[in-house]
Nanobody, 126 residues
């Protein structure tokens, strides 16, 4: 399984970015794809998740209303549209995938269930 993130960069306060996560090597559609972020000196934080089979999504309170997670038609690429970015959104953004039936474990935004991780893409807001 390989996850490749792209789309990070530097933007000004109030700007937008769109992150992509391309997943390969997965043959099961019953999976949870999520975006996490980690700022220097802080713990990794789950910000958005989508269950691929149903399309159900969930967001952390810190990004709700500003970020939107989606997937492509073949459900192998997840996107994170980030609008009205703030300096506190700065960090390394990671894509993660976990396989399993839809349930609260997916929408809890906890990192533990996720066994597959990308290398991360840096987002800097100034």
């Amino acid at each position: 399984v390989q996850l490749v993130e792209s789309g990070g960069g530097s933007v000004q306060d109030g700007g937008s970015l769109r992150l992509s996560c391309a997943a390969s090597g997965l043959t099961i559609n019953r999976r949870c794809m999520a975006w996490f972020r980690q700022a220097p000196g802080k713990e990794r934080e789950g910000v958005a998740v989508i269950y691929t089979e149903s399309g159900r999504t969930h967001y952390s309170d810190s990004v709700k209303g500003r970020f939107s997670i989606s997937q492509d038609n073949v459900k192998t690429t997840a996107f994170l549209q980030m609008n009205n970015l703030k300096p506190e959104d700065t960090g390394m953004y990671y894509c993660a995938v976990a396989v399993g039936d839809e349930g609260s474990w997916c929408f809890s935004l906890a990192a533990r269930p996720f066994g597959y991780w990308g290398q991360g893409t840096q987002v800097t807001v100034s």
